[in-house]
């Protein structure tokens, strides 16, 4: 993709164009919705394509400039997916990052050692080094979630559990086994983790060693998470 010339093409399906062009594409909308979704003005739409996961790794994402979330094409993301712009600033920024010397902004939630989860409309990565988040409050209570958007979600329909809770998001299911730790410094643990084959089977293993942990599942049963609900509502 070319942010100078706004062109892009796939080699692998042979297609190319402008930003309208790949709105269209990748949300499977035609090019009025794409135009509102591109719109300061306009509302926005629910994104339905798929995200790509392009590996730290691969691309040694390099963070830039970390800032207040201001982009309008931000804006809309977070709203696309449930969430107000109000939420969206109380734990995340606005994060500009260079890969393979060129730059592009995200929504960006940081991590403990500093590192950065970062989502758009497009892709989903992360910058080195990568690690869970971890929100003390010195309460009794602790938050587990997956993902973002997870802790997001619950912020929006929640509030008052995070207000009382002390908030951990995994980033990545391998971080699991490193915040068990934690889990004997609180009376009580909500779980949220995603309603497929891995979230299921963690969740029932935990719940073997750790009786004070609640699955909080149910809140979002018939759907991978609670963000989907959200969304989806």
Known sequence: MSL??????DFGIGEGGNIIDLV?????????????????ELPVFSFQGTI???SEKECGNTIIQVKP????????????????????RSYCKEVWYECREKSYYAIGLQNKDGGWELRSLY?????SPKSYTYLQ????NLVVCEGMFDLLSIAEIYPEELNGSDIIVLNSLSFLQQIT?????????????DNDQSGKKNAKKLFQYYP????????????????EKLACG
């Open 69 to 88: 979330i201001t982009k309008s094409y931000l804006k809309k993301y977070v709203r696309s997916r449930g969430i107000s712009l109000e939420v969206a």
């Open 212 to 227: 004070h942990l609640k699955d909080q599942s149910n809140r979002y049963k018939n759907y991978k998470d609670l963000n």
């Open 4 to 9: 100078k010339l706004n062109r892009w093409y």
């Open 181 to 193: 730790s934690y889990f004997k410094n609180y009376t009580s643990v909500d779980l949220y983790l």
């Open 52 to 54: 790509t996961d392009t």
């Open 137 to 140: 409050n010195e309460n009794d």
């Open 123 to 127: 892709f989903k990565t992360s910058s």
């Open 24 to 40: 269209c594409l990748l949300s499977n909308c035609s090019v009025g919705e794409a135009l509102q979704f591109l719109s300061d």
